[in-house]
């Protein structure tokens, strides 16, 4: 089991993150970020992107886009709420990613997503127990001391809950990375449209998470499901962001700071100009509480 106290005197240092407003570089976006080359602050990049298509044009243009731009590193793929062990391989990985390029940092989810050697295409909800936590503190220990570094980790949006769970959500997050020193990518959306799923105030639930873990956000589009049961609000990352995501967004920066904000449309990707305005929306909120 990794040591907590040794965990933190060698995250004690960490260096300087990347700031402002990025992109998520997806297969739909890849030829026009690379022909135009907007002025990004960064990009974010997925490892198993550079492990799965180790060759071909898109890793080509992967490659020339991470020597451009200041980047981050978003895994969907580490699988924290697993039982498997902890790939080992892909960590080593990460934390190469981290010595090359120092301003970066590597977040994943509060989730898991395999069983044995199937990964899902889904990020999976974690029972929220006093066991669930335990275990969750010994992994995201062990990641931190592989990679060298704070691992951030990202709120989910979920489409149930289990019975069993004697934490709420924002409590678990909050003694995790209390208790690890790993800090919150706080996605605005998935915390908006979980409210709206649950009946809950998604400014209540903001207000509660841990104010000194959040150091990055992630915001995206939002689509509505009509059933008769009710509506679904699904993190589908296909649209432009809702106005009442802007308006809590505003206020996790009012409350947390102007920390760098990624903004991701991954499905029904329209031109990247279109995409380019909503970064420049993003850039706006993110000045008026800079200046």
Known sequence: MASSNNTSESLEKIPQMCSGVGLNLCHENANELWEQRPPLDFLQVHPEHLIQ?????????????????????????????????????YL?????????????FFSDHLSWSSLSHHHFHDLLPIIFTEESLEYLVERVLLVQETIGAPLHLENISNYMRFKNSTIDEISFLNQLTERTGAFVLLDINNLWANSKNFAEDPAASLLRVRANSVRSYHLAGCSREKHKAGDVWIDYHAEAVHPEV??????????FGPWPTLLEWENDVPPLKITLKEVEKVSSNLQKFLN
């Open 92 to 104: 080593e990985l990460v934390k190469e990613l981290l010595a090359n390029h120092p301003k970066a």
């Open 53 to 89: 298509e180790p060759g071909g044009p898109y890793h080509q243009k992967l490659i020339d886009l991470i020597s451009h731009y200041q980047v981050t590193f978003h895994g969907f793929g580490l699988s924290l709420g697993s039982v498997a062990p902890l790939d080992k391989s």
């Open 246 to 255: 802007w308006d809590l967004y505003n206020l996790a920066v009012q409350t």
